[in-house]
């Protein structure tokens, strides 16, 4: 059966979409301070589309994003790949608490994965420096994401009920 256009657009959509998050989170706003504390969108996008659609955000693509996000940031290559397949490979598994909880709820899931994602990121970091770094970053970045989380939630989500409204 071949694939129609509109549903590899739709396919692709949410990989451009969340690609776009990667620039959107590079670009440099110039406030001192603020590159290590900003929120991390991509890590919503990878997220989202792995937690409600995880059918087209399957785990190489989320290593992929990560990938370009590390050439984007300037972080060690493949690390926050490393840390979106984990983010992905738990957010794939529990679906099926995504789909039938309220907000709230998944907000406070999401709150709970920011925080481990940020801490793996934040281990893995320190061993690939060989040095022990400040947690602080981290935990106000994690903050500061979860804080984000929900206009951009309901953003994803509402382009999520556009493409599939029709297929």
Do not use: K, N
Not at 86 to 93: F, R, Y
Not at 139 to 161: C, D, F, H, K, N
Request: charged letters at 10%; glycine letters at 8%; one cysteine or more.
């Amino acid at each position: 059966m071949a694939v129609r256009p509109s549903e590899l657009l739709r396919d692709a959509t949410p990989a451009v979409l969340t690609a776009v998050l990667v620039l959107i989170e590079m670009t440099p706003l110039g406030i001192p301070g603020l590159p290590p504390v900003a929120p991390s969108l991509t890590m919503i996008g990878v997220f989202h589309w792995a937690a409600f659609r995880p059918e087209i955000m399957p785990a190489w693509l989320a290593f992929l994003i990560g990938v370009l996000h590390d050439l984007a940031s300037g972080a060690p290559l493949g690390l926050t790949g490393l840390v979106f397949i984990l983010l992905q490979g738990v957010c794939a598994s529990q679906r099926r608490w995504f789909l039938t909880t309220s907000f709230p709820i998944a907000w406070l899931l999401f709150a709970l994965i920011a925080f481990g994602a940020g801490l793996v990121g934040w281990l893995l970091t320190c061993i690939y420096t060989l040095q022990l770094l400040d947690l602080v970053p981290m935990l106000m970045r994690a903050v500061i994401t979860i804080a984000v989380y929900p206009p951009l939630s309901w953003l994803l989500g509402r382009v999520e009920q556009r493409l599939w409204a029709f297929g």
